[in-house]
């Protein structure tokens, strides 16, 4: 997959020139967040795929970074499920052939709704799109499907797609609905609606050491985002990913020290571990969100390996607690708690 910022295919003010012709692919181009790349939007994906192979196109996506939301009001968007780097290798996974990155600043989101089918047409050389039936543009909002319809541009429209979690009154699946699943612990049923298992990637960074003073080191790992989709305590498995985003095969357990190897997890190449995701109210009283891990039972310098989490079991949300010796008990508890959670898992 080919990924482009707008900003180097076209400059603001987005002017389009009839005389210039478009470096791209001719696409068949689908526009949204894809926050998560759920099954909502992997019914699009395949739509855009399917159009594009009977086109003999190439299938296309747009996205937004930051995502409108964020640009609007950072401190109450949404939390991301995906960041930019973990949505790039979904949307490979699922037959992208080309991801348009646009950088939404006022610029862009001072475009009309002609302006902005000008420079799909005649810039990014769309040739049809697949959208959402609910999907608006311009800073007007009067771009719409018949809109580019009527501009020249073939749309197909793809409808709800909705869940079966509940057999009485199934929802809409959304990004919406997955961020409420994963606060609420539920991990199982947002998988569902993801279509896979629930996972950050990041790299480790240096901490403040913390848990190692109190016997429970833990690998720091880069969130990369405004704030997280799930909180609290939670089993994880981990693999350790190479620069390609390939899994190395026993990554973290080659690694090891001191026969300190760690406890399997649950997939191959994967350690076993208890995760803390929040702002550890018992020790920094503020809002900076951390992803902390503690493997059992091993040893190793895993500063600037990127890492994998994939999210398995919610124990409880964070804690504050009175002082750190109770803090120190806390988290010997919440060890213990999940680690008997996984050998339940294995009988």
């Given at each position: 997959?080919?990924?482009?910022?707008?900003?180097?295919?076209?400059?603001?003010?987005?002017?389009?020139?009839?005389?210039?012709?478009?470096?791209?692919?001719?696409?068949?181009?689908?526009?949204?967040?894809?926050?998560?790349?759920?099954?909502?939007?992997?019914?699009?994906?395949?739509?855009?795929?399917?159009?594009?192979?009977?086109?003999?196109?190439?299938?296309?996506?747009?996205?937004?970074?930051?995502?409108?939301?964020?640009?609007?009001?950072?401190?109450?968007?949404?939390?991301?499920?995906?960041?930019?780097?973990?949505?790039?290798?979904?949307?490979?996974?699922?037959?992208?052939?080309?991801?348009?990155?646009?950088?939404?600043?006022?610029?862009?989101?001072?475009l009309s709704a002609t302006a902005f089918a000008n420079l799909l047409a005649k810039?990014?050389?769309?040739?049809?799109?697949?959208?959402?039936?609910?999907?608006?543009?311009?800073?007007?909002?009067?771009?719409?499907?018949?809109?580019?319809?009527?501009?020249?541009?073939?749309?197909?429209?793809?409808?709800?797609?909705?869940?079966?979690?509940?057999?009485?009154?199934?929802?809409?699946?959304?990004?919406?609905?997955?961020?409420?699943?994963?606060?609420?612990?539920?991990?199982?049923?947002?998988?569902?609606?993801?279509?896979?298992?629930?996972?950050?990637?990041?790299?480790?960074?240096?901490?403040?050491?913390?848990?190692?003073?109190?016997?429970?080191?833990?690998?720091?790992?880069?969130?990369?985002?405004?704030?997280?989709?799930?909180?609290?305590?939670?089993?994880?498995?981990?693999?350790?990913?190479?620069?390609?985003?390939?899994?190395?095969?026993?990554?973290?357990?080659?690694?090891?020290?001191?026969?300190?190897?760690?406890?399997?997890?649950?997939?191959?190449?994967?350690?076993?571990?208890?995760?803390?995701?929040?702002?550890?109210?018992?020790?920094?009283?503020?809002?900076?969100?951390?992803?902390?891990?503690?493997?059992?039972?091993?040893?190793?310098?895993?500063?600037?390996?990127?890492?994998?989490?994939?999210?398995?079991?919610?124990?409880?949300?964070?804690?504050?607690?009175?002082?750190?010796?109770?803090?120190?008990?806390?988290?010997?508890?919440?060890?213990?708690?999940?680690?008997?959670?996984?050998?339940?898992?294995?009988?």
């Open positions: 997959m080919k990924t482009y910022f707008l900003e180097q295919l076209i400059a603001p003010p987005y002017i389009t020139d009839d005389q210039i012709t478009s470096t791209l692919d001719a696409c068949v181009l689908t526009i949204g967040n894809f926050d998560g790349v759920h099954l909502g939007h992997q019914a699009m994906l395949a739509q855009v795929r399917a159009l594009a192979d009977a086109e003999h196109l190439s299938a296309a996506v747009m996205i937004f970074e930051p995502q409108p939301r964020e640009f609007f009001a950072p401190k109450s968007a949404p939390a991301r499920l995906t960041t930019l780097a973990e949505k790039q290798v979904l949307l490979a996974e699922h037959g992208v052939d080309t991801l348009i990155v646009a950088n939404f600043d006022s610029d862009f989101r001072a810039r990014l050389n769309v040739k049809a799109l697949v959208l959402g039936d609910d999907s608006r543009f311009g800073h007007d909002r009067t771009g719409d499907s018949q809109f580019l319809r009527d501009y020249g541009l073939p749309v197909t429209n793809l409808h709800t797609i909705a869940d079966d979690i509940d057999e009485t009154a199934s929802r809409r699946i959304s990004s919406t609905r997955i961020r409420e699943l994963l606060l609420a612990g539920d991990i199982e049923a947002a998988n569902q609606l993801l279509g896979r298992d629930y996972t950050i990637t990041g790299e480790v960074v240096g901490g403040d050491q913390i848990g190692r003073t109190m016997s429970f080191p833990t690998a720091n790992i880069e969130l990369s985002r405004l704030k997280p989709a799930l909180h609290g305590i939670l089993a994880v498995d981990v693999v350790c990913l190479d620069d390609k985003g390939n899994i190395v095969p026993n990554g973290l357990s080659k690694l090891a020290v001191d026969e300190q190897v760690g406890v399997a997890g649950m997939r191959a190449h994967s350690l076993f571990g208890t995760a803390n995701v929040g702002t550890r109210p018992s020790v920094d009283k503020g809002d900076n969100w951390r992803l902390e891990v503690h493997f059992p039972q091993f040893k190793a310098d895993l500063y600037g390996k990127t890492l994998q989490v994939r999210f398995l079991h919610f124990l409880h949300g964070e804690k504050d607690y009175e002082s750190i010796e109770a803090l120190k008990a806390g988290i010997h508890q919440d060890v213990a708690d999940l680690l008997k959670w996984r050998q339940a898992q294995l009988i």
